[in-house]
């Protein structure tokens, strides 16, 4: 070969050779950094749980859709984040008074029959490589396993028998210490219809008496609260995918457009930016659909004059994005409708310099709340700014915690720390359907006659701006910040309706 058909060689390796090693290599960092968590927090779990704790997580269910069709399968988050794992029928066992089989994993075995169906399960090694559990038994044995160690029995492997393992547990059964943790968080169930841990519950405190069954979803919550630069990072991806997206849907919003035709662009772009989808499905409404919150899109084609608000979250590595827009359809605000943004867009500014380190949920909806009700006063559509009549247009809390929910778990009263991820989503919905009940009432006679002319001149408005901001050591950072929230910026992007942009 001459020097010209090396040269041409040597480019077409970089070319095509490098960015697929390059992108095998983040793959395989990837998989470590997520081992590496996993292992983290399983350890700070095991710390809370102490040595006479045995504790059970369920993998999520799969829910079926209807006779041989399911829904699309998300493991439970809690699950995920101690092991890193997406499939289903999985169930981790913690034992910290254990030495080496402190974590141990249940997997299901190979079934040929559902790999012709479903594809492959993963294998033991690769359960463990992800998750960094050695110790794994088949998902089939979990019932005899856990009746055995319950019963102060060593479980099948004959290794078991032969070690100290599994002495500290059952010499907390003797001294009637022990104790099982489950999530229990959502309570025994409707109409008995208890879930498989309830269920598990009942049976433990049935079978064998002496074993206290606890709770250990507020200690979960409590870990997942605060997020590692790791999980921040996968966020800042879903919140950078999701402004990408919003932007992508403002261009293409115009009269005569449909709202799920915008959720599925949304949606698309969610999936060619190599994130898993949505954490939430997309709400998109225009017009009077605006008001509602959690409207979900329709064949309904947006109007000229209306406004079309879109609230919506990739889902990346299990982290989920929530931010909402909110444009006006034919790319221009009436006078109306910018008086209602502005109002708005103050009291979302002046709710995120609350966000800092020491302050709480409680302060950022206060500060919002506090110019909502000025500008609403303002505007008409309530007489007394000292009443509960603003909760007729802002009918929900400014914040919530983000992560691998959207509303995602933590106490809400917990003072901000480096780390913590929330939403910031004041709104205002003119839904006329909200003065229903006082309509009833001859008392609020006086105020239905005084909001009128306000009433009908901002009916069916519907505006919420919300952005996802992490807390840091000095104040905030704000994740959401690729799509317009002012007016001038979102009519500046709208009058470039039709021009192409570049993918993050
Ligand atoms: N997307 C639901 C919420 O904003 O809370
Ligand atoms: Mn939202
Ligand atoms: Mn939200």
């Known amino acids: 070969m001459n020097w010209v058909g090396r040269a041409l060689m040597i480019l077409l390796l970089t070319v ?19 081992r590496q968590e996993v292992v983290r927090r399983r350890a700070a779990l095991m710390d809370k749980l102490g040595p006479n704790a045995l504790c059970v997580i369920f993998s999520g269910e799969v829910k079926n ?41 249940f997997i299901p075995d190979r079934d040929l029959s559902k790999e012709t169906w479903f594809g492959k399960n ?34 099948g492997p004959r290794r078991y028998a032969r070690s100290t393992e599994f002495e500290t547990f059952f010499s907390a059964l003797d001294r009637g210490e022990a104790q099982t943790y489950l999530i229990l968080e959502n309570g025994p169930g409707l109409r008995g219809q208890a879930n498989r841990e309830w269920k598990l519950a009942n049976r433990i405190r049935e079978n064998f008496l002496g074993i206290q069954v606890r709770d250990v979803s507020k200690w979960l919550a409590g870990l997942r ?86 609230d919506v979250g990739a889902e990346y590595k299990q982290y989920s994005a929530d931010v909402t827009r909110t444009v006006p359809v034919n ?15 103050q009291a ?86 909200a003065l229903d009940n006082l309509r009833k009432d001859p008392e609020q006679h006086k105020f239905l006659t005084a909001i009128e002319p306000a009433l009908k001149k901002y009916k069916d408005i519907g505006i919420r701006i919300e952005d996802d901001v992490v807390v840091t050591d000095t104040s905030y950072e704000l994740l959401s910040n690729g799509s317009p929230r002012t007016i001038t910026e979102i009519e500046a992007l709208m009058a470039n309706r039709g021009k192409p942009s570049t993918r993050p």
């Open 16 to 34: 095509a050779g490098l960015p697929a090693a390059a992108v095998m290599a983040q793959d395989k960092g990837d998989r470590e950094t997520l």
């Open 65 to 105: 859709y209807e006779r041989d069709v399911d829904y699309l399968y998300r493991q439970d988050s809690n699950l995920y984040y101690l092991t890193g794992i997406t499939q289903p029928d999985v169930t981790l066992v913690l034992l910290p008074g254990n030495s080496s089989a402190r974590e141990i994993l």
């Open 122 to 155: 993963l294998t033991r090694e690769e359960a463990d490589q992800i998750s960094g559990i050695s110790v794994i038994h088949s998902t089939a044995q979990f019932d005899s396993f856990l009746e055995a160690t319950l019963s102060r029995r060593h479980f």
């Open 225 to 310: 609260l605060v997020k590692s630069p790791y999980e921040i990072s996968l966020l800042r991806r879903a919140t950078t995918v999701t402004n990408h997206a919003l932007n992508e849907a403002i261009k293409a919003i115009n009269s005569g457009v449909k709202e799920f035709e915008i959720g599925a662009l949304i949606e698309y772009v969610f999936r060619k930016s190599n994130t898993s989808g949505y954490g939430y499905p997309p709400i998109v409404g225009s017009g009077a659909n605006a008001t509602v919150l959690h409207y979900s899109p329709r064949d309904v084609a947006m109007k000229n004059g209306d406004l079309a608000l879109m």
């Open 331 to 345: 790319g221009k605000f009436t006078s109306a409708q910018a008086e209602i943004y502005s109002i708005v867009l």
């Open 348 to 433: 979302a500014d002046a709710a995120l310099t609350k966000v800092r380190v020491g302050s709480r949920i409680s302060d950022v909806h206060e500060r919002a709340v506090d110019l909502l009700k000025e500008g609403l006063l303002r505007v008409g559509l309530i007489t007394d700014k000292d009443s509960e009549q603003y909760r007729l247009w802002f009918p929900h809390g400014v914040s919530h915690w983000l992560g691998m929910n959207v509303h995602d778990v933590g106490d809400r009263d917990e003072p901000f720390r480096p780390g913590m991820v929330l939403t910031v989503e004041p709104g205002i919905y003119i839904r006329e359907a």
